[in-house]
């Protein structure tokens, strides 16, 4: 039987094909990441200008892996010390391309200095640096390539945030008008910037951050010179303040060129929430009194009354909130004379009478008295209700504590006839200088009667 005899080079080709088989079913996998692990590496432009002037600011560094590694890039100044751009950052097989304009960071940015000014990063200064790749598989096999590269004309000023200060820094956030009630937060800047950022930080959760606007000022945010902002906690955009307890108060300025700092202090959160009371039922109790003895009650949502009589009343006002609401005179059982309008808006026998940022009152008001709630008192009694408390000038504060109630009554004397087309009158729970937080409170209609001549 003939034989038939291939070619030489067939031959040859069936072996590498079989051979190409065996190591396909023996590996699972073709190695195809043979050669250099760092290969395509360039650093172009090799001059730079980092000066944020929009010329030659930045150069770009290109390199390729053929296996996964990590990668360090760092640059070495003639006295060789060294700065990384970046230290072992885990990289899988491709090709990479990023720009570099001499900024080198912290190596510990999230380190976190009370009363300290830090560098975050930094424009490297003039000079001839020798850049280097360094690469590293997971067999332990390092490559690297290196060049110079020329730093010019260089931004190298580190802006600073000089004369930090957080003022109060225990905070209670709860608008009762007390000087803790809000946060002044200030500082000098040293030179313009691109951005600036002020936040609160809880130190237990890095992540979240309350962010802080600053107050508009002919220094715009940025620019040189003095800055200020004024932080209540959230409660005066009717939010609720971040959770009790300890923060840091943070500020980090970066300018164009990418130098940047921080500062940081602390603050404490006490009795922080958005204040919430309400008059129970939206009810009140509305009567005429001629005398002790003779008490006219309302009927049909109309009290009747005379010339030398009282409209009185009383009401109960609970804090459904989680913070003391501030409360001041009058206190209740006050009367008051129509004509006279004794009020907090006009006149006082005592100081306290007069209105206060943040105090709650209680009040009455009726259709042509041409002042809101010209007649007020305190959400609760002294000693029975309200809780005192010294303020930091050792004066008496009064509290309704959440989830307590006030008592409150009055009377208002009619010594004349309210003015033609008054009607109707009612009840008001006023947070001053903040917010009519209930108004038409349990509406009902006066009739004052005039006496006939004898």
């Known amino acids: 039987m003939k034989r038939t005899i291939l070619p030489l080079q067939f031959r040859l080709l069936f072996v590498l094909s079989f051979m190409g088989i065996v190591l396909i079913s023996s590996c699972g996998r073709l190695d195809l990441g043979i050669g250099p692990l760092l290969y395509d590496v360039t650093v172009s432009p090799n001059r730079i200008t980092p000066n944020a002037d929009g010329k030659v600011d930045i150069t770009e560094i290109r390199y390729s892996l053929r296996r996964p590694a990590n990668v360090s890039i760092y640059m070495e100044n003639e006295q060789g010390q060294r700065f990384y751009f970046r230290e072992n950052q885990r990289r899988a097989e491709g090709s990479y391309d990023v720009g570099w304009g001499g900024v080198i960071d912290s190596p510990n940015p999230d380190e976190f200095i009370l009363g300290e000014e830090q560098i975050l990063s930094q424009v490297l200064p003039n000079g001839e640096y020798t850049w280097t790749i360094l690469a590293m598989d997971d067999d332990g096999h390092q490559e690297s390539m290196n060049g110079s590269i020329m730093l010019e004309e260089v931004d190298s000023e580190i802006p600073?945030?000089?004369?930090?200060?957080?003022?109060?820094?225990?905070?209670?956030?709860?608008?009762?008008?007390?000087?803790?009630?809000?946060?002044?937060?200030?500082?000098?800047?040293?030179?313009?910037?691109?951005?600036?950022?002020?936040?609160?930080?809880?130190?237990?959760?890095?992540?979240?951050?309350?962010?802080?606007?600053?107050?508009?000022?002919?220094?715009?945010?940025?620019?040189?010179?003095?800055?200020?902002?004024?932080?209540?906690?959230?409660?005066?955009?009717?939010?609720?303040?971040?959770?009790?307890?300890?923060?840091?108060?943070?500020?980090?300025?970066?300018?164009?060129?990418?130098?940047?700092?921080?500062?940081?202090?602390?603050?404490?959160?006490?009795?922080?929430?958005?204040?919430?009371?309400?008059?129970?039922?939206?009810?009140?109790?509305?009567?005429?009194?001629?005398?002790?003895?003779?008490?006219?009650?309302?009927?049909?949502?109309?009290?009747?009354?005379?010339?030398?009589?009282?409209?009185?009343?009383?009401?109960?006002?609970?804090?459904?909130?989680?913070?003391?609401i501030r409360t001041s005179g009058p206190w209740p059982g006050q009367e008051y004379i129509f004509s006279?309008?004794?009020?907090?808006?006009?006149?006082?026998?005592?100081?306290?009478?007069?209105?206060?940022?943040?105090?709650?009152?209680?009040?009455?008001?009726?259709?042509?008295?041409?002042?809101?709630?010209?007649?007020?008192?305190?959400?609760?009694r002294q000693g029975e209700d309200l809780a005192m408390r010294l303020d930091e000038r050792g004066r008496e504060q009064w509290y309704l504590m959440p989830g307590e109630r006030g008592e409150v009554n009055g009377c208002i004397t009619f010594d004349k006839a309210p003015s033609q087309g008054t009607e109707f009158w009612w009840g008001g729970l006023i947070h001053e200088r903040v917010a009519i937080v209930n108004n038409n409170i349990d509406r009902i209609t006066v009739d004052v009667a005039i006496p006939e001549p004898e």
């Open 340 to 380: 006279e309008n004794m009020n907090t808006l006009a006149g006082a026998f005592d100081e306290s009478w007069f209105q206060q940022p943040g105090v709650w009152r209680f009040g009455i008001n009726f259709d042509t008295t041409g002042i809101d709630f010209p007649y007020r008192w305190a959400v609760g």
């Open 160 to 324: 600073s945030l000089q004369q930090f200060a957080v003022v109060p820094q225990i905070f209670r956030p709860n608008q009762d008008g007390m000087r803790d009630d809000w946060v002044s937060i200030s500082y000098y800047l040293t030179k313009d910037v691109d951005n600036v950022a002020v936040y609160l930080m809880d130190p237990a959760q890095p992540g979240v951050k309350f962010y802080i606007n600053e107050r508009e000022s002919v220094v715009k945010p940025g620019e040189r010179g003095p800055h200020d902002y004024r932080y209540e906690g959230g409660v005066d955009l009717n939010a609720e303040p971040p959770p009790d307890g300890t923060y840091r108060v943070v500020a980090e300025a970066r300018d164009r060129a990418g130098n940047s700092v921080r500062v940081t202090d602390e603050l404490t959160i006490e009795e922080g929430g958005k204040p919430r009371a309400d008059v129970v039922q939206s009810e009140i109790h509305w009567y005429a009194l001629w005398n002790e003895n003779d008490v006219q009650e309302e009927r049909n949502r109309i009290v009747g009354t005379s010339i030398g009589q009282k409209l009185c009343f009383t009401a109960t006002v609970a804090n459904e909130g989680t913070v003391p």
